[in-house]
């Protein structure tokens, strides 16, 4: 007997199961998605074979365990739903999905570690690494766990799209952009529970350029993040609007050159229609939700326009360093409930027009 779903439609089951068009599947090359068989040398196969024909690779429902780190150059990897195509890294030094080239992409899938090494940097150890790809896309992505960051972007990768991922658990930053990286938009993601930044925009002064032409938008940041919200830590032409930023144990919105770091400069920051929400809650910190700091170099035209600022932990504002502060803008924003001061500014040419709480 056929089985018929209301309005025509098809069982999300279904939806979700479906196989790409002009793909080939990595089932075919000898992985086996049972949770207990290794599957690298059989996805290094599949996706050798889907670059010579210029297919989508498809993952289907399962679980497949990978022993070591993934290259993905120039393909698109595409699973049967995040909540159903997993790829689990059992080797807690080296389990990187490592995007290069033009074009490659991630997407329906889980990526998981079975257990997490010690953080120490190591780019083997984030779950996702951009390494200079171009046009690349990271979306519907599940990410628990990474003994450094969840995604890390460097290599001057130029151009991508990470959106609708879900990232918690990891040791490092949930989505880290460096190394003179550009024209990147990070929307709609959900980054949780992170043992450093939530997102964070990073320039070096070893960087070979300044990383830039960034938009941030529409993500659910913080709960119980060990570190800020959303940062920019030397870095250009930055959009960061319409987030939701709550309980980080630092600043919930950082902008900063830092000495320690030798972070380079920052300048045009757009900072529009976010809420930001009991941030800086770390007992021995003084952050305030948003804070403006400058411990060498200088910051400029950095714009905050409607931002909703409330229960902060200590200031709702900060603008204070030793270092260059140029102009700051506050316009029609709203600070509640500060812990301590609305704002705090002790430097900088501060424009303020129509806000209210300070």
């Known amino acids: 007997m056929s089985k018929i779903y209301g309005s025509g439609t098809a069982s999300a089951a279904s939806v979700q199961s479906a196989k790409p068009a002009n793909s080939i599947s990595v089932t075919a090359y000898g992985a086996v998605g049972n949770g207990k068989k290794d599957s ?3 996805f290094n196969k599949a996706i050798k074979a889907a670059r010579n024909q210029g ?3 498809y993952v289907p429902s399962g679980n497949f365990l990978l022993s070591g780190v993934l290259n993905v150059t120039g393909v698109r990897i595409v699973g049967a739903g995040a909540k159903r195509s997993v ?8 389990g990187s999905i490592n995007l290069k080239g033009k074009s490659p992409a991630l997407q329906d899938l889980t990526h998981v570690y079975a257990n997490t090494g010690k953080r120490d940097g190591a780019d083997s150890k984030n779950s996702i690494t951009v390494l200079g790809a171009s046009d ?3 979306r519907n992505v599940r990410i628990v766990g990474a003994g450094t960051a969840g995604i890390l972007v460097r290599d001057e990768a130029n151009g991508g799209t990470i959106s609708g991922n879900v990232i918690k ?13 550009k024209g990147i938009t990070v929307e709609n993601n959900t980054v949780k529970q992170t043992g450093d930044d939530g997102i964070a925009v990073v320039s070096y002064h070893k960087d070979p350029a300044l990383t830039r032409d960034i938009v941030i938008r529409n993500n659910t940041v913080g709960y119980s993040s060990k570190a800020r919200g959303i940062s920019v830590v030397g870095g250009s032409e930055v959009t960061i609007e319409k987030n939701k930023i709550n309980n980080t144990e630092m600043a919930g919105i950082y902008i900063a050159v830092e000495k320690h770091w030798n972070t380079r400069d920052v300048k045009k920051v757009t900072v529009n229609d976010n809420t930001i929400i009991k941030t800086g809650t770390r007992p021995t910190d003084d952050h305030p939700n948003v804070l403006v700091f400058a411990d060498q170099g200088s910051i400029d035209e950095v714009r905050f326009t409607r931002n909703m600022i409330s229960d902060s932990a200590n200031a709702g504002i900060g603008v204070w360093g030793d270092g260059q502060i140029g102009n700051i803008y506050f316009t029609n924003n709203q600070v509640k409930n500060s812990g301590a001061a609305a704002a705090t500014f002790k430097k900088g040419e ?7 709480g300070f």
């Open 169 to 181: 658990n990891t040791k490092a930053d949930g989505i880290h952009l460096t190394d003179g990286s």
């Open 87 to 94: 790829l689990t890294s059992t080797n807690p030094a080296g």
């Open 40 to 42: 690298l040398a059989a």
């Open 136 to 138: 690349f896309s990271i």
């Open 350 to 356: 501060i424009h303020a027009e129509g806000n209210t």
């Open 55 to 57: 297919k989508t690779l």
